[in-house]
């Protein structure tokens, strides 16, 4: 079963410290993966998409890797900021298809 | 171009009561999507469409229904509503990015429907 998991569930930090999300996917075959930031009360808004062929994506403060080989990508925030309070979403596809899997994403809170 | 757009913000039903969630994307693109979203769980699939006059089941259509009569509206239709309904609904399309390859599909969300059903 194509499955995406993310870890920590949920992470608070303060404000200025960097953070490291956790993305797993089970995906196969894998197309692209993407990272979505929602906030409270909004859609999703894609921060990054990385194909088979990249392994770092960075979209200002936002570092996305991926490690096609061991099905893993992690999120990497920057000089945190308390905009970036958020619901964090791993999203997969496979190849061909217009239906990706999505994670349950993680809750991160930055404190001031 | 105003994106994805979805109304209404919020609404209450009553148990049994009938809706329509509206969605509409003027973006021209061919693909569209229902979502739920409960609390703590990820986006889930309710129905799709890969164009005009095609729709197919996601993960959890009971209850449901949708409807694609033109490439820009994707109403979905809530028949006997149901307390299990209560959720936020969000709306998609989405587009084949030719550069990154198959299954590249880049999906840009509305900005939800949050339903209660009491």
């Known amino acids: 079963k194509n499955q995406v998991e993310q870890s920590p569930q949920s992470l608070i930090i303060l404000e200025g410290k960097n953070c490291t999300l956790q993305c797993n996917y089970t995906v196969s075959p894998f197309s692209n993966l993407r990272w979505y930031k929602q906030d409270t009360g909004r859609g999703p808004v894609s921060l990054t998409i990385m194909t088979f062929s990249e392994n770092t994506k960075s979209n200002g403060r936002y570092t996305a890797t991926l490690d096609a080989d061991t099905k893993q990508s992690s999120l990497h925030i920057t000089a945190s900021q308390l905009s970036d309070s958020a619901s964090y979403i791993c999203v997969v596809s496979k190849g061909g298809s217009y239906i990706p899997t999505f994670g349950r994403g993680t809750s991160l809170i930055v404190h001031p | 171009n105003a994106g994805v757009t979805q109304t209404p913000k919020f609404r209450i039903l009553k148990i049994g009561q009938s809706m329509t969630l509206q969605c509409t994307q003027d973006?021209?693109?061919?693909?569209m999507y229902w979502y739920r979203q409960d609390p703590g769980m990820g986006l889930k699939l309710i129905y799709y469409?890969?164009?005009?006059?095609?729709?197919d089941k996601g993960e959890v259509p009971n209850g449901y229904n949708v409807s694609r009569s033109t490439t820009e509206d994707f109403p979905l239709r809530l028949e006997l509503a149901a307390p299990s309904q209560t959720s936020v609904y969000f709306c998609?399309?989405?587009?084949?990015?030719?550069?990154?390859?198959?299954?590249?599909?880049?999906?840009?969300f509305g900005p939800g429907t949050r339903l209660t059903v009491t």
């Open positions: 469409s890969v164009g005009a006059g095609i729709t």
């Open positions: 973006m021209n693109h061919n693909y």
């Open positions: 998609a399309s989405s587009y084949r990015h030719l550069l990154l390859g198959p299954g590249a599909y880049e999906q840009y």
